[in-house]
């Protein structure tokens, strides 16, 4: 029987969640339900003291907004609870104790400050000081020291650390789902730490132990993990689980729009565009980091466009919603080269969703600019300038800039066109125009557009001297769209208005 597939999403609760953390978690749910697998939520917060009030529920509430349900969870639970690592903290030692037993860890007690001494040495040699098989025999540790000492040292109390005793000269093998097989040497690696006195574990060991009691099939993580996935291969073949041991997955990084460099926080507001999903406020600086939400991208929008960044349907596809971004996801489809992000293109996507969306939901979602505006109108005639503008937006926020016209006279008129488009004559050809129209039986467009044919005709006049006056009077400026629309849309006595105030104003 093949295994249940699981993946987890493992944040350690620091600070925002990164929109590369997103889309891991992205990838991790896509590949999930794909297999009718579990997607879990593990939150790794053993080392206290980087953790950041509020990251946890930041987290939390950037997936929900994304759509990404978990199956088990830190806020949901699961027959795996708990999912808060600070709380699992009791659980490690047993494994940690094991590793010493079996010979494959052991006790360290040298100080920060000796370490530290000892590092600035080798620096002056222009060397780097490791814990490894090549320093540790010179070191105060269990495997230096008698055991007797050992357990005298452990009684009083003294701070300890139990360190992985990494292997000399062998090749440690990580298959990697998106790289192949990636061999390291383990002279290079050092002996990490993976417990202290204080029973806290470190991150490698309560990442595997973790992965393993919660029956992880496949580790889908940042490239920056890549480098301490022998150091988990060699756990897990300690711990005795290596037939278990999970699948990897390195995903490739998100660069800076110019491909120099990892994208980082403070690079989005830099550049003019969010590198969260959500706002976020540094609690301490209480310095404001924007977000994809609260700058009009759409949910659906967001995760299209990350789901495109790293991965290709082999297709010239890009519009993908959730359901078909599952049906269509596989891990080897996965680049292995950093992408670059492009702020340019995650406006398209919100663009093209705003295409999709029927022009209801748009006129619901303006609907507040409106009533902030003290404007009243027909919840139908919204919907009409909804559909007729949209293709000019790229988030709602944009409609009433282009839309007032619709909903209010102008107040104030372009100079620059007046400067350009008011001849001497212009008063009278707009005062004709205005008597003509009150003519006119019919709103559609066809009968505008004939009307205004005829009007020019008969007058002997050219389009370029009454459209862009009528553009004036109407919108105020230069942009909008065609003038027998905004007519048909805002009737011949509001134009007549419109006409007769801007000609007042102007004179
Ligand atoms: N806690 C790690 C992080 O914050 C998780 C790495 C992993 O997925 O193994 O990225």
Same mark, same amino acid.
């Given at each position: 029987m093949t295994k249940n597939i699981r993946v987890r999403f493992a944040p350690s609760p620091t600070g925002p969640l990164h929109i590369g953390g997103v889309r891991t978690a992205l990838y991790n749910y896509l590949f999930a339900k794909k297999n009718n697998g579990d997607f879990i939520l593990r939150i790794e917060d053993t080392d206290q003291t980087r953790f950041v009030t509020g990251a946890e529920e930041y987290i939390i509430e950037s997936l929900e907004w994304c759509g990404?349900?978990?199956?088990? !969870?830190? +806020?949901?639970? !699961?027959? +795996?609870?708990?999912?808060?690592q600070s709380e699992r903290k009791e659980l490690y030692k047993e494994y940690a104790d094991l590793l010493l037993a079996k010979g494959f860890a052991y006790y360290a007690f040298d100080s920060s400050e000796e370490l530290e001494t000892l590092r600035k040495e080798y620096e002056s040699k222009k060397e780097t000081f490791f814990y490894s098989s090549k320093t540790r025999l010179n070191l105060n540790n269990s495997l230096t020291i008698s055991e007797s000492e050992v357990k005298q040292k452990l009684l009083s109390g003294e701070k300890y650390v139990i360190r992985i005793k990494i292997p000399e000269n062998e090749q440690i093998v990580v298959n990697d789902q998106i790289r192949g097989v990636v061999t390291f040497d383990s002279s290079l690696l050092d002996d990490k730490v993976l417990y202290k006195s204080d029973g806290m574990p470190t991150y490698h060991l309560a990442n595997v132990v973790d992965d393993h009691l919660m029956e992880i099939t496949h580790v889908i993580r940042g490239e920056e993990w890549l480098p301490s996935a022998p150091l988990h291969v060699l756990l897990y073949r300690y711990l005795g689980w290596e037939k278990e041991m999970p699948q990897f997955a390195h995903l490739p990084l998100l660069l800076k729009p110019d491909g120099n460099g990892k994208l980082s926080k403070r690079d989005g507001d830099r550049l003019g565009?969010?590198?969260?999903?959500l706002q976020w406020i540094d609690p301490k600086t209480k310095e404001i980091y924007s977000g994809y939400k609260e700058s009009g991208y759409f949910p659906e929008a967001f995760i299209n466009m990350l789901a495109l960044l790293g991965w290709n349907p082999g297709t010239e596809q890009e519009i993908f919603n959730l359901q078909q971004l599952i049906e269509a996801?596989?891990?080897?489809?996965?680049?292995k080269s950093g992408s670059k992000f492009d702020p340019e293109k995650a406006k398209w996507f919100n663009h093209q969703y705003i295409q999709k969306k029927d022009n209801k939901t748009l006129a619901y979602l303006f609907a507040p600019v409106l009533i902030e505006k003290n404007i009243s109108a027909d919840i139908k005639y919204v919907e009409e300038v909804c559909g007729l503008m949209k293709e000019r937006i790229n988030f709602m926020s944009e409609m009433w800039d282009k839309s007032a016209f619709f909903f209010t006279a102008p107040s104030v008129y372009d100079p620059k066109l007046i400067k350009d488009k008011w001849k001497e004559n212009s008063a009278q050809i707009l005062t004709l125009f205005s008597e003509n129209i009150v003519n006119l039986q019919n709103h559609n467009i066809d009968s505008i557009d004939a009307f205004i044919n005829e009007f020019l005709t008969t007058n002997q006049l050219g389009k370029g001297q009454l459209m862009p006056l009528l553009r004036l009077c109407l919108v105020g400026n230069s942009t909008g769209p065609d003038i027998t629309q905004i007519i048909s849309f805002i009737g011949k006595t509001e134009s007549i208005n419109r006409i007769n105030n801007c000609i007042q104003k102007v004179k």
């Open positions: 990404l349900k978990f199956d088990e !969870g830190v +806020h949901i639970s !699961g027959p +795996h609870a708990p999912y808060r565009f969010p590198v969260f999903p996801f596989t891990i080897d489809r996965v680049g």
